[in-house]
């Protein structure tokens, strides 16, 4: 009897998936509702569609990504989904770092608590800039360096004068 060839394993290659075959999940307003719920909700996209009888992640993106005006709510509500994941993801941080606080934990609880955190942050950043972005003001001035170097003759005769009130004079030796 001959052996099976052995299968092929390349690097970075994702593991097939242990869901259940469910066959191909065709698009349905009933499908497209329930997606956005469990997003608002703060499900992730990617353990939602492990589950059987939801499209794999590659046919929502096709779904978003088509101009197919029956994907058009479809790509709305998403959008709104989103934005109140980031919502849910915000108050997640206040509930991680309350149930910290209740129970002593050990150095190892407290850091995985920090990163479950930081990710939340950050992933509401992203999906919400301007509510829960990095705030940057700005005071209206502007410096520019230069290194001497690079400047010309007639450049750094002009920031002498403006540093003494005069011009320097090279006939006199003045630089």
Not at 48 to 72: A, E, V
Not at 114 to 120: G, W, Y
Not at 138 to 150: C, P, W
Request: aromatic content about 4%; glycine content about 6%.
């Amino acid at each position: 009897m001959k052996k099976p060839p052995p299968k092929l394993v390349l690097r970075g290659t994702a593991k097939p998936s242990k869901r259940k075959a469910s066959g191909h999940v065709r698009f349905s307003p009933k499908i497209a509702d329930e997606i956005c719920e469990r997003l608002a909700n703060g499900e992730s996209l990617m353990q939602m569609c492990k589950q059987p009888g939801l499209p794999h992640r590659g046919s929502i993106m096709r779904w978003l990504l088509s101009d197919d005006p029956q994907y058009d709510a479809f790509r709305a509500n998403y959008a709104r989904a989103r934005e109140m994941q980031a919502e849910v993801l915000a108050d997640e941080t206040i509930d991680i770092a309350d149930a910290t606080k209740r129970v002593r934990k050990s150095h190892v609880a407290i850091e995985s608590a920090r990163l479950r955190i930081d990710a939340r942050k950050w992933l509401a950043a992203k999906m919400r800039p301007k509510k829960y972005g990095e705030k940057i003001t700005h005071d209206g001035s502007l410096e520019i360096r230069r290194e001497a170097k690079e400047l010309t003759d007639d450049e750094l005769a002009a920031l002498a004068s403006a540093g003494s009130g005069r011009a320097p004079d090279p006939a006199k030796g003045e630089d």
